[in-house]
């Protein structure tokens, strides 16, 4: 163990895609066969080399560890995976005979190939950035293969840096697996860590042997409460890896990163193992309130790094109120360090890449950049005095005192109408009610419809292109989109659906549209962040408080449906969603901009009714996804997110058939939400799990509308008429047809037409085929 001092100042991890994406170009370009690995390889250490300058230049230092080693190709948990060699026995082919895989076989690993299946991907605890989820049995033999972080590491010497190695922890690994299909009932990945530890310590005596001084081993599992796993067998396990982690003789010192929360029961366990430094995520966490002596004594001969910096949202923030939170972790030990809470791979890489941003908005934002250039504020603070940074400290002040008094952050007329609500305007008439006014929509039994989006085509994406870059006129793109909606509308008028819809083809995306057209948001044009793999999103910002200037939706839905009779549904984004894939202000509890937003949406409905539009879906495809990691928390969640959807709906006549769209199968915890919602319909994804979320439904009473779906979106296989009859059999035998809808698993945006078509024929054909046999039939098709 060498006795080097941890870095003052230092981030977690820093996005990796590149500030122009490049890595995501490079990365399809090998996809698609036009560059050869070896470019690849050459793209990848431009963009580590790139990094590592910006990041000396932004003020980490060159040669003390303070700069992590995060860069990925595809995923870190993937990356871990193929380090300590838990690979499944579908891919074994891809390995050479020392068990390594080359990048090809990285990728496929991570996609998949032909009836290999990838592996699955699943959310990265409370974020919109998505992992690989590692399968793990009793037979899954463990093996370290650490050539790539050795590399990284001497190609980083070489150009004159000391950096820090980054690897997902041994419990966290373990804690985000699942039982591959050859484990037996019970087995519980967590069962091999003692295997995975050794292959671990093997890894940290490689690293002392080339010279490395700090590695960082990320264990978020350490803060959530939202795993698999209980958390009596996580606090149990961090004693025993870091335990076996610490007492390895030559080794780096290890720095045990926790972000995403507090570590709470957690805490003990690791502050009395052997590691040299913990991180503290202050910005969604807090300090313990209390210690027991024997965690107070570990803990002050550890180097706490202080987690103050936001890693996962845009705001710059209180810096003067980080740097007193730094300061109180002097209290808990002499030796205290400043760093992000989080990897900054939830953010943009720099706002000076964003210049037509107002620039009043601008000075009040940091990304990735700027999140770095703070760090380095608070440690000079930290090592030279309050007095040497008081300059940053004002001007930070200063620009959230101008945030706070700017026109448009708080607007009386919005604050008053949130204010005047009462409980009646969360409330519809009972379902019964609302079903019988709904029989005048005379849908035939087990109704077949779509999620809302139709395939978007190459036409329609130039059409978008060519209207931001002005060579399209905005008559003209309207001419192509009202097109696009009547192909659509006699598309699935041929196909014989009951509930139609018009194809979503003038959306850029399902949040970002309407982002543009309410005031309160920005939208930026380099703010790209990683969502998994190559996919990157650009979430909007929502600055100010919410309103809508005029109609959004309207003239497209009632446009659709003067071309047919048959019901067109009106397409809407639900609060939660919204907010949960932008990024959001710091300044208002959520549950009031969800109202905000939830509000706007109100008002659309009632303007889609009054034109006509007769049923309406409000997706909350992330109402799981923001569900808070800790228990305590998420009451409070589930009350104000259901809130502001009933808030958004209730407005609704009881003759309008309220939908919504949820994107995920393991219903539980958020099955009484789901409940709570109140749609007349929900249709929710099931085909993945061969519908078993049916009898999920059956059990908990819910007994409104459901659609569960009869076949997977995600990937271009068209299913056969008998499957989906078999689907459909299934869910017939448990729940009465009459509450029965018939839909796909999601919407059908990244689809191709061909597959598409022959899909929705397929499940036409079922629908009516199990109509036929349950001679439930009410209106002839
Ligand atoms: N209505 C949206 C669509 O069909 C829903 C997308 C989603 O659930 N993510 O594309
Ligand atoms: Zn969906």
């Known amino acids: 163990m060498t006795a080097r001092t941890f870095p003052t100042g230092t981030i977690i991890g820093y996005p990796r895609i590149g500030r122009r994406r490049e890595l995501k170009r490079a990365v399809e370009a090998f996809w698609a066969g036009r560059i050869d690995a070896e470019e690849l390889e050459r793209t990848a250490a431009d963009l580590r080399a790139v990094t590592r300058d910006r990041l000396v230049a932004l003020g980490l230092g060159r040669d003390d560890s303070s700069i992590p080693e995060s860069f990925s190709f595809?995923?870190?948990?993937?990356?871990?995976?193929?380090?300590?060699?838990?690979?499944?026995?579908?891919?074994?082919?891809?390995?050479?005979?020392?068990?390594?895989?080359?990048?090809?076989?990285?990728?496929?690993?991570?996609r998949g190939e032909g009836e290999h299946a990838p592996l699955e991907m699943t959310k990265w605890f409370d974020s919109n950035y998505h992992y690989l989820v590692p399968e793990i049995s009793p037979s899954t033999s463990f093996s370290l293969h650490a050539e790539r972080i050795l590399a990284n590491v001497a190609e980083a010497r070489a150009a004159?840096?000391?950096?820090?190695?980054?690897?997902?922890?041994?419990?966290?690994?373990?804690?985000?697996?699942?039982?591959?299909?050859?484990?037996?009932?019970?087995?519980?990945?967590?069962?091999?860590?003692?295997?995975?530890?050794?292959?671990?310590?093997?890894?940290?005596?490689?690293?002392?042997?080339?010279?490395?001084?700090?590695?960082?081993?990320?264990?978020?599992?350490?803060?959530?409460?939202?795993?698999?796993?209980?958390?009596?067998?996580?606090?149990?396990?961090?004693?025993?890896?870091?335990?076996?982690?610490?007492?390895?003789?030559?080794?780096?010192?290890?720095?045990?990163a926790t972000p995403y929360g507090s570590l709470d029961e957690a805490l003990p366990a690791l502050?009395?193992?052997?590691?040299?430094?913990?991180?503290?995520?202050?910005?969604?966490?807090?300090?313990?309130?209390?210690?027991?002596?024997?965690?107070?004594?570990?803990?002050?001969?550890?180097?706490?790094?202080?987690?103050?910096?936001?890693?996962?949202?845009?705001?710059?923030?209180?810096?003067?109120?980080?740097?007193?939170?730094?300061?109180?972790?002097?209290?808990?030990?002499?030796?205290?360090?400043?760093?992000?809470?989080?990897?900054?791979?939830?953010?943009?890489?720099?706002?000076?890449?964003?210049?037509?941003l107002d620039p009043r908005l601008a000075s009040w934002l940091a990304f990735a950049d700027q999140k770095v250039a703070q760090v380095a504020v608070l440690a000079r603070g930290l090592a030279e005095g309050r007095g040497s940074i008081e300059g940053d400290l004002d001007a930070a002040s200063a620009a959230l005192a101008d945030r706070a008094a700017a026109p448009g952050v708080r607007v009386p007329a919005v604050r008053e109408r949130?204010?005047?609500?009462?409980?009646?305007?969360?409330?519809?008439?009972?379902?019964?009610?609302?079903?019988?006014?709904?029989?005048?929509?005379?849908?035939?039994?087990?109704?077949?419809?779509?999620?809302?989006?139709?395939?978007?085509?190459?036409?329609?994406?130039?059409?978008?292109?060519?209207?931001?870059?002005?060579?399209?006129s905005a008559d003209a793109y309207a001419a192509q989109m009202r097109e696009e909606i009547e192909r659509v509308i006699r598309l699935q008028e041929r196909i014989g659906l009951d509930v139609l819809v018009h194809g979503e083809p003038e959306r850029n995306d399902m949040v970002q549209y309407f982002a543009e057209l309410?005031?309160?948001?920005?939208?930026?044009?380099?703010?790209w962040v990683q969502s998994y793999g190559s996919r990157c999103t650009r979430p909007s910002i929502l600055w100010g408080d919410v309103s809508r200037p005029e109609p959004m939706t309207v003239e497209w839905s009632t446009y659709a449906q003067s071309l047919t009779d048959k019901p067109v549904k009106g397409m809407l984004t639900g609060p939660v969603t919204i907010l949960a894939w932008s990024f959001v202000r710091d300044d208002l509890p959520l549950g009031e901009t969800a109202r905000q937003v939830a509000l706007a949406l109100r008002d659309e409905i009632t303007d889609l009714e009054g034109a006509g539009i007769r049923i309406i879906q409000v997706d909350e495809p992330a109402?799981?996804?923001?569900?808070?990691?800790?228990?305590?928390?998420?009451?409070?969640?589930?009350?104000?997110?259901?809130?502001?959807?009933?808030?958004?709906?209730?407005?609704?006549?009881?003759?309008?058939?309220?939908?919504?769209?949820?994107?995920?199968?393991?219903?539980?915890?958020?099955?009484?939400?789901?409940?709570?919602?109140?749609?007349?319909?929900?249709?929710?994804?099931?085909?993945?799990?061969?519908?078993?979320?049916?009898?999920?439904?059956?059990?908990?009473?819910?007994?409104?509308?459901?659609?569960?779906?009869?076949?997977?979106?995600?990937?271009?296989?068209?299913?056969?008429?008998?499957?989906?009859?078999?689907?459909?059999?299934?869910?017939?035998?448990?729940?009465?047809?009459?509450?029965l809808w018939v839909n796909p698993d999601c919407g059908l945006k990244t689809r191709g037409y061909d597959e598409t078509v022959a899909s929705l024929e397929n499940l036409v054909a079922a629908t009516n085929e199990v109509r036929a046999l349950a001679g439930r039939e009410r209106v002839s098709v």
């Open 418 to 472: 949130l204010a005047g609500l009462a409980d009646r305007d969360f409330s519809r008439a009972p379902y019964e009610v609302r079903v019988a006014a709904q029989e005048s929509l005379e849908l035939p039994g087990l109704p077949t419809t779509t999620i809302g989006s139709f395939p978007q085509t190459g036409e329609i994406r130039r059409a978008r292109a060519g209207l931001v870059s002005g060579s399209l």
């Open 74 to 110: 595809y995923d870190q948990v993937l990356d871990a995976a193929l380090a300590v060699g838990a690979v499944p026995a579908r891919f074994a082919h891809l390995l050479d005979a020392d068990g390594r895989t080359d990048l090809a076989g990285l990728f496929t690993i991570a």
């Open 160 to 256: 004159g840096f000391r950096t820090r190695p980054v690897v997902v922890g041994p419990v966290t690994f373990l804690a985000l697996a699942k039982p591959a299909d050859d484990a037996p009932e019970g087995f519980r990945p967590l069962d091999r860590l003692d295997e995975l530890v050794r292959v671990y310590a093997q890894l940290l005596e490689r690293l002392h042997e080339a010279g490395v001084d700090w590695v960082q081993l990320d264990e978020p599992a350490l803060v959530s409460e939202s795993l698999d796993e209980s958390r009596e067998r996580i606090v149990a396990a961090i004693g025993a890896a870091y335990g076996a982690l610490g007492s390895v003789a030559g080794r780096p010192a290890i720095f045990v």
């Open 623 to 739: 109402l799981r996804e923001l569900l808070p990691l800790k228990r305590a928390d998420q009451p409070a969640y589930l009350d104000w997110s259901v809130g502001s959807f009933r808030l958004a709906t209730a407005g609704a006549a009881s003759a309008t058939q309220i939908h919504t769209h949820l994107c995920y199968s393991e219903f539980g915890v958020v099955i009484d939400a789901i409940k709570n919602l109140d749609a007349d319909v929900t249709s929710i994804e099931a085909a993945r799990s061969r519908m078993e979320v049916v009898d999920d439904l059956a059990t908990s009473g819910f007994d409104h509308g459901i659609g569960p779906g009869v076949y997977d979106i995600h990937s271009p296989r068209v299913p056969s008429v008998d499957e989906v009859t078999a689907l459909l059999e299934r869910a017939v035998a448990e729940i009465p047809a009459s509450r």
């Open 271 to 356: 502050a009395t193992t052997a590691v040299e430094a913990i991180g503290l995520d202050l910005v969604r966490g807090t300090l313990p309130e209390s210690l027991d002596a024997a965690t107070a004594a570990a803990l002050a001969s550890k180097t706490l790094v202080a987690g103050v910096v936001d890693g996962h949202n845009i705001w710059r923030g209180d810096l003067a109120g980080a740097f007193e939170r730094v300061e109180a972790v002097r209290t808990l030990s002499a030796t205290v360090a400043v760093s992000t809470s989080t990897s900054l791979l939830h953010v943009p890489h720099d706002v000076e890449d964003e210049p037509q």
């Open 518 to 527: 309410l005031d309160g948001f920005a939208v930026t044009t380099n703010g």
